[in-house]
């Protein structure tokens, strides 16, 4: 299917906070749910990597054995395994339970921005400002990357893996799409430096911020753009977007202190959600729920779609 | 053992038990002798051999432990076992009793080799080594510790560790003053002749010497003892026997000398006895030879023997100050020179004293004084003589020297004996070696024609006289080249001999492109001067013209021939084609190469995002990578890995500036778009359309630009190290504007074409550097573009999103012009900003994190902007551009598509500078206001 189906009522976002989770490590430069979406990963600018558990608010575990601080993490699907990407140029791979480290990942010559794992987690893949994307063999004791993709003609600001596809955005304002199944490179030109991308949900659509704050939904096949969000201001900073769980939406930081949410077909601006006075560095939405998280200096924001406590609220809405 | 007498002595030790008596049991009866047998320690008879040593009851016991004995294995591998690879020892095959107490092979705890004292003793060779001296031979341990490997016993390695040196006695160290003091007390004691007053007031000053020398919490290492000889002694001579003395017997010493037994003989004399301390009549002499029949005096064949002759006290003086035991060095012995220390004035360091000669001074040789006139440049001596005036090329002439050296004659070295291998030509040496000869001509004579062979033989006869040209050629040459000069007259044999008989080369350098009549004269030289024709110059010089430009020409002419002569075919008939190719000058770049920027950033000012900003290549993921994603390979068997790769000339700096390839140049059309056609493909033309952007800043660049011709010197300032290379550049493009005859139609030009192009630099640069290439297709191109922007609006109907379709594409075009304006002059903002602001930062950086979080935590800073990496990249793109231009006038190649490359790497470049520059960009930014304004209004 190209689109959703249209819901009978309408969908439902993630307006109301939670909680909030002071990190105690200094400026959190990522948050990201796990696969299930109960825990969510904390990249503090201390060096540490921290697990928290989403409904309680609570930390579950300190990985730490980074040199400088930590940029990007995310886990595997069985949750046996984290991977988390740094300025010290390297990228680690984590046991869950004991925080041990399990590789520790060196080739890359800039500090490394974005790491994601395949869906099985068998491969690592690394953005880096050096403009490589570098695959990581998990399986194998190698310490050399499987494959180098060094297409990229600047540092990549993010990598994302859906299936058989590789999607890369880089600061030389283009997203490439590596099909592995096709064998293929489709290098799509915005001119602008590209800081976040994404796929949706469906696996149809690419949507892709870049710092001349504009979001756009380009159509995966054709490159073609299906939708453009703008109103957000996105100059200077690497901030991240993200679709909702079920393409509905379109959410992307800012760096006035909000988060922006847009309806994906409108692109009208559905939601502008205050987090804070500072730089909405990061965000990341639940894989299912209607949940959000926010990272804002050294706090992470979990939005819900109720709150918790009262029925109020959601009147108001 | 009474009880009376255990109380009269004292007992010492412990007392034996007390012998019980047998009482209680009966005496063992003793066991005959036939009976009594020996058994070993297990009850078995003993045997008294072992089975190698010949036993007599080889079986059982003796044997390996069976009752079989011994028996050959079997040798036995399996897939799961394998044979071990045995190595069977001596030992395998020896029983306890072998290795026994007496067997052959006992077991016993010994001293291991490095705790083996008796492997070298230091003390006791010592002593055996002044024993020596005395004996038969003297020193004869000197060959002994010569081959002894020189290690050392534990006990001594323990000693060094704990800090004892060698030659120091063992034991706390003491104090000087007491030990000397103690010293002195012994002799005075037991000494037989008091030490006389005046050396014991020496004796006191020294003290007083080394007191200033050696303080009170300095202490010595107490004296070595003499070591004691305690071999035994062998041989029947009588204690103290002292054996002949070669030194004695051959030099002769009055035996009437004190005898001192107990000295050892090192301390009387060197360690081997230097002899000469007295004069003797030589002939044998000593204690054991008697006197012979030809001595005269006989009264000491009785050897009389006086007590005076004996030391009464053991040990004598101390030698020296007794620092060292007898193993003195022999210069410490001596009386230090102490007036040299006191005399030193700076600081002594603890533990040395001042040497005692001199150390050698190293003599410093000055360098070589030059001569006054010397200039350090060398001016090779023009090879010009010979050839001149025998009317030679000197290119031939040169080449015959080098090949069979039987041109010249009149080098000294020649006649040298014919010597060297250097002197030899290479056929002697070929012939030395037995190499075949070679293919091709063996000399350059035999390349020429017969008559001009016949000439240089006849020259060679007769260059003896050398001021004399020969031939009637010759003299005419002469008489021509003295229309041109003298100089050029031997510049132009030497374009002819390079010239002459070269076959047509399709691509030869075309100097005067710009002046096409020049050009076609000097191409007629050419022709001419490859038939061979020696008047080529003068006749292919334009009559038409002055006397002064033909002087000119001409001279041009010879040396750009000169300059570009094509390699000789004979010359190059001495060489063969390399087997393979050599893939130094090649490099790898990708296939497929993204095809032009500046389409597709018009179509995403434009957002027609799609087919135009869409391009695919084909891409080989990693065989392990696919299987690791869980994907069949696409490219089986293809062996290649990322974007496929082709083989470039190295030296081209366009390899690696992909991205501003030109128009024409360019890829040749995407598969994918060439498939089908979409509403975007309207035409090939419409992506060169420029936005109304574009339109915008390039007329407010060229105000500045227009402004900025004006002021002379500097094209642009150079406001910061950015830029000074820009400037430098531009300084040098200057130079080459004013060379070029073409300017002012540059400047005309100018003016349409930075209408179309986008932030462009001033045209009249590229004029000047690609003067007359790039005009026609330019001024075309502005004219088609102008016709596609109707077009384009036409076409912005059906431009919608089938999404967005809430704004007008026209509003949405102008919406995006204001944004942009905006955005480029916040950038412009950022840049100027951004000059003191961290340089290591590339691409988007990260917020900063709060305050509050910063104080606490190791955040990096991150304030640098993207405008600061966007300048790296520019700086790069420019050093690439030097290279370029150093190329450029190295190679003197014009090929209009690197020109075109060129073009457009320089217009990036040129917009990105200016944009860095301070100056410019403030202006830009004025002009940009004001048209803002205007268009808003």
């Given at each position: 299917m190209a689109f959703p189906q249209p819901r009978p009522q309408a969908p439902q976002l993630p307006q109301h906070l939670l909680r909030t989770v002071d990190c105690q490590q200094g400026a959190v430069r990522a948050v990201r749910f796990n696969a299930d979406g109960n825990y969510l990963l904390s990249c503090g600018s201390d060096k540490s990597l921290k697990l928290w558990s989403v409904s309680r608010g609570t930390l579950l575990k300190t990985y730490s054995g980074h040199g400088y601080e930590v940029l990007d993490a995310d886990g595997s699907y069985d949750n046996s395994q984290l991977c988390s990407c740094s300025s010290d140029k390297t990228v680690i791979l984590w046991d869950v339970a004991t925080g041990q480290v399990t590789r520790k990942l060196r080739g890359h010559?800039?500090?490394?921005n974005c790491v994601q794992f395949n869906e099985e987690a068998t491969v690592i893949l690394s953005g880096s400002i050096d403009g490589t994307v570098r695959c990581w063999d998990t399986r194998s004791r190698r310490f050399e990357p499987i494959q180098i993709l060094d297409e990229a003609r600047d540092g990549i600001s993010s990598v994302k893996v859906a299936q058989h596809e590789l999607l890369t955005g880089s600061v030389d304002g283009r997203v490439r799409r590596y099909d592995l199944r096709m064998g293929q490179l489709h290098v799509d030109f915005i001119s602008s430096p590209i800081t976040c991308v994404c796929f949706s949900q469906d696996g149809q659509c690419t949507l892709s911020s870049s710092l001349d704050s504009t979001v756009r939904l380009l159509d995966k096949s054709t490159g073609e753009m299906l939708g453009e969000y703008t109103g957000h201001k996105m100059k200077g900073y690497k901030l991240d977007c993200c679709l909702s769980s079920k393409d509905t939406h379109v959410l992307s930081c800012s760096e006035d202190g909000h988060v922006y949410c847009w309806d994906l077909v409108e692109g009208s601006l559905s939601l502008k959600l205050p987090v804070g006075k500072a730089v909405v560095q990061s965000l990341s939405f639940h894989p299912t729920e209607t949940c959000l998280l926010t990272a804002m200096e050294g706090r992470v924001q979990v939005w819900g779609a109720e709150p918790e406590e009262t029925e109020e609220d959601t009147m108001a809405s | 053992m009474s009880s009376d007498s255990e109380e009269d002595f004292v007992s010492f030790g412990t007392p034996l038990e007390p012998l019980e008596e047998g009482a209680d049991e009966p005496l063992k009866k003793p066991v005959p002798l036939h009976e009594q047998t020996v058994k070993d320690e297990k009850g078995r008879y003993q045997r008294f051999h072992g089975a190698f040593t010949g036993g007599f009851s080889a079986g059982y016991f003796n044997t390996v432990g069976t009752k079989e004995g011994w028996a050959p294995s079997t040798f036995v591998s399996s897939r799961q076992q394998k044979a071990e690879k045995q190595q069977a020892r001596p030992e395998d095959f020896m029983d306890d009793e072998d290795f026994g107490e007496h067997g052959i092979a006992p077991r016993e705890i010994t001293t291991s080799q490095e705790f083996w004292s008796s492997r070298r003793d230091e003390v006791r060779e010592k002593a055996r080594a002044v024993n020596a001296q005395n004996a038969l031979i003297p020193g004869d341990t000197l060959l002994e510790e010569l081959i002894a490997p020189a290690r050392l016993s534990i006990g001594v390695e323990l000693l060094k560790k704990m800090g004892w040196k060698e030659g120091q006695g063992v034991g706390p160290r003491v104090k000087r003053k007491a030990r000397r003091q103690q010293a002195d007390g012994g002799s005075r004691v037991y000494g037989c002749v008091l030490p006389p007053a005046g050396s014991e007031d020496s004796q006191n000053e020294d003290d007083n010497d080394d007191e200033e020398f050696a303080p009170d919490n300095v202490t010595f290492a107490p004296k070595d003892v003499t070591p004691v000889d305690f071999t035994p002694k062998v041989g029947v001579q009588g204690l103290g026997y002292r054996g002949l003395d070669p030194g004695l017997a051959l030099l002769g010493r009055g035996g009437s000398e004190h005898i001192d037994l107990f000295r050892p003989k090192a301390e009387t004399r060197g360690l081997f006895g230097d002899a000469g301390r007295g004069s003797r009549r030589g002939g044998v002499a000593g204690q054991a030879f008697g006197v012979g029949a030809l001595e005269d005096d006989d009264e000491d064949v009785y050897h009389k023997d006086s007590m005076s002759r004996y030391d009464n006290v053991l040990g004598g003086e101390e030698p020296g100050d007794g620092l060292y035991g007898w193993t003195a060095p022999q210069q410490y012995t001596k009386k230090r020179d102490k007036n040299k220390d006191a005399a030193y004035l700076g600081k002594i360091l603890e533990g040395f004293t001042l040497a005692q000669k001199a150390a050698e001074e190293k003599t410093i040789f000055p360098p070589p004084s030059l001569p006054r006139d010397y200039r350090p440049v060398h001016h090779f001596r023009p090879s010009l003589d010979v050839s001149v005036l025998s009317g030679v090329s000197p290119a031939l002439a040169e080449a015959l020297r080098v090949s069979t050296g039987h041109m010249v004659k009149e080098e000294p070295q020649q006649g040298g004996g014919g010597g060297g291998r250097h002197q030899m030509d290479s056929d002697q040496r070929r012939t030395l070696l037995g190499e075949d000869t070679l293919q091709g001509?063996?000399?350059?004579m035999e390349l020429l024609r017969p008559e001009d062979r016949q000439r240089l033989l006849n020259l060679r006869s007769s260059s003896s006289k050398p001021a004399t040209p020969v031939s009637h050629d010759a003299l005419r040459l002469a008489g021509s080249s003295a229309v041109g000069g003298g100089a050029s007259s031997g510049l132009q044999q030497e374009a002819l001999a390079a010239w002459k008989g070269v076959q047509m080369s399709s691509q030869t350098f075309r100097p005067f492109e710009k002046n096409p009549s020049k050009q076609a004269r000097y191409e007629l030289y050419l022709t001419r001067l490859k038939q061979g024709d020696r008047d080529a110059l003068e006749q292919s010089l334009?009559?038409?013209?002055t006397e002064w430009e033909r002087s000119r020409e001409r001279e041009e002419f010879v040396r750009a021939s000169i300059l570009y002569r094509p390699t000789s075919s004979s010359l190059s008939s001495r060489f063969t084609r390399a087997k393979q190719e050599e893939d130094e000058d090649a490099v790898e770049v990708s296939r497929d190469q993204e095809g032009d920027v500046d389409d597709k950033q018009a179509a995403a000012n434009m957002k027609m995002f799609g087919r135009l900003t869409r391009e695919t290549f084909e891409w080989h993921p990693d065989k392990l990578l696919c299987k690791r994603f869980n994907v069949p390979d696409p490219h089986p068997g293809s062996g290649i890995v990322g974007l496929p790769k082709v083989k470039r000339d190295?030296?081209?700096?366009f390899n690696f500036l992909t991205a501003t390839e030109s128009r024409e140049t360019s890829a040749p059309p995407k598969p994918s778009e060439s498939g089908k056609k979409s509403r975007w493909d309207v035409s090939d033309q419409e992506k060169k359309k420029s936005d109304p952007l574009s339109e915008l800043l390039s007329s407010a660049r060229q105000q500045t630009d227009t402004k900025l011709e004006q002021t002379p010197v500097p094209a642009l300032p150079a406001s910061s190290s950015t830029s000074s290379s820009t400037s430098s550049i531009r300084a040098e493009v200057k130079t080459e504007e004013q060379t070029s005859s073409n300017k002012k139609k540059a400047e005309e030009e100018q003016q349409e074409e930075e209408q179309e192009e986008e932030s462009r630099p001033p045209m009249d640069l590229f004029k000047a550097i690609f003067a007359g290439s790039s005009d026609e297709k330019s001024s075309s191109s502005s004219d088609g573009e102008s016709d596609d922007e109707e077009d384009v609006k036409e076409d912005k109907a059906p431009n919608l999103f089938n999404i967005t379709c809430n704004t007008s594409v026209t509003s949405s075009v102008t919406s995006t012009v204001t944004s942009t304006v905006t955005y480029s002059q916040q950038t412009v903002f950022s840049s100027q900003n951004s000059t003191r602001q961290e340089e290591e930062e590339f691409g988007p950086k990260l917020p900063p994190p709060s305050d509050k979080v910063r104080g606490g935590a190791a955040s990096p800073g991150e304030e640098s902007l993207r405008k600061r990496s966007k300048e790296k990249i520019h700086k790069k793109k420019n050093k690439h551009r030097k290279e370029k231009k150093k190329k450029k006038q190295k190679k003197h190649k014009h090929k209009a598509k690197e020109q075109k490359k060129k073009k457009e790497e320089e217009e990036e470049e040129e917009s990105d500078s200016s944009e860095e520059d301070g100056v410019s960009t403030e202006e830009l930014l004025k002009r940009l206001k004001s048209v803002r304004s205007h268009q808003t209004r």
């Open positions: 010559a800039g500090k490394v | 001509p063996s000399s350059v334009d009559p038409a013209v190295k030296f081209s700096v």
